[in-house]
């Protein structure tokens, strides 16, 4: 018999502001508990020492996770010059101190412009979370285990020098997937030849999610301490529940990118039962421009169903689809 999941069924996105200090499963768990959720999953780590957007998704929203991880970031950094770390940043042992000399914003930015511009090669940390034979590498470094470290393609769409204050850098970046900050910075380090690491960390903007909309966990629970405080009885939650509910964007806004494509209620019916559709020319018009999936929508209602592919012979295929009941 399978086990029940505890918890409550909540569905959306909450965009959370991560302290430094924590893993982001640490506080993903928190807030977890603090819905009473019982189901949610976050969009890509931030490392203990790193702060800011951490999308948390619950419930049917975790469907659309992995379109948020491939999302393109935006991040402000500090570099501590002169001092390079096992890690690339603040937290690993110290491996080699050097003077720092020479550091100018004009050199900066021309090393930014020349080398950290458009498409470029890393080879990712050992203490990063991809994984070698499923393990996590961060976890091989820790035993001071060494393996090769594919390199990769990213892109920086944007680098900029924001202050330079003797021995640190504060740099701006918005990227590609799967781009290392600490990367960019330890390279930056070696070309000044000082070395350098990281040791400010903050994300600003998640895909389509922008840092003003984040809210901290102090401000979490003190919105569920207010409502708290409204209840007519201690035994009763729904209060702080709709309080923390009315927190969490729909799951649609992680893809919101996605071309809509709106369905009548006959095809609805197709749609929820995971049938193939045949699209009418109106509908093709819609989505002719669509590459690979689109956002499917309830004409009547509004309703977000779920996301499909379009064929090339115009046959809609469900691909992901919300619960329904």
């Not at 021309?110 to 511009?117: G, I, S």
């Not at 990227?175 to 600490?182: I, M, N, P």
């Not at 405080?229 to 927190?247: F, P, Y």
């Amino acid at each position: 018999m399978a086990r029940r999941r505890k918890g409550r069924n909540v569905d959306g996105v909450l965009l959370l502001d991560k302290p430094a200090g924590v893993s982001s499963n640490y506080i993903l768990q928190k807030m977890k508990r603090l819905y009473g959720a019982a189901k949610a999953g976050h969009t890509g780590a931030l490392d203990p020492l790193a702060t800011g957007m951490l999308p948390i998704c619950f419930g049917e929203a975790t469907k659309f996770s992995q379109f948020l991880l491939d999302a393109d970031k935006h991040y402000q950094t500090t570099a501590k010059l002169g001092i390079k770390t096992a890690s690339g940043d603040a937290e690993g042992d110290v491996l080699e101190q050097r003077p720092v000399e020479g550091v100018t914003s004009e050199k900066v930015c021309q090393l930014l412009a020349e080398h950290f511009d458009g498409e470029i090669t890393q080879t990712p940390s050992m203490y990063s979370a991809l994984k070698h034979q499923g393990q996590p590498l961060y976890k091989l470094a820790r035993k001071g285990i060494e393996v090769e470290v594919k390199k990769r393609q990213v892109i920086i769409y944007n680098i900029e020098l924001l202050d330079v204050r003797g021995d640190e850098l504060d740099l701006d970046i918005h990227c590609s997937k799967g781009t290392y900050v600490r990367s960019i910075v330890e390279d930056l380090g070696e070309l000044l030849g000082c070395g350098a690491h990281v040791s400010v960390l903050r994300r600003l903007d998640s895909g389509p999610y922008k840092a003003v909309m984040m809210k901290t966990p102090e401000q979490i629970q003190e919105i569920a301490d207010l409502a708290e405080g409204k209840q007519e009885s201690a035994g009763e939650n729904q209060v702080v529940q709709r309080a923390l509910d009315e927190l969490l964007l729909p799951a649609w806004t992680a893809v919101e990118y996605l071309p809509v494509l709106t369905i009548d209620d006959q095809q609805v019916e197709f749609v929820k039962n995971g049938r193939k559709l045949r699209l009418t020319d109106a509908q093709l018009e819609q989505v002719q421009s669509a590459a690979d999936l689109v956002r499917i929508v309830a004409e009547s209602e509004g309703t977000f169903l779920g996301l499909g592919e379009v064929s090339k012979d115009g046959v809609l295929i469900p691909r992901r689809l919300m619960k329904t009941q």
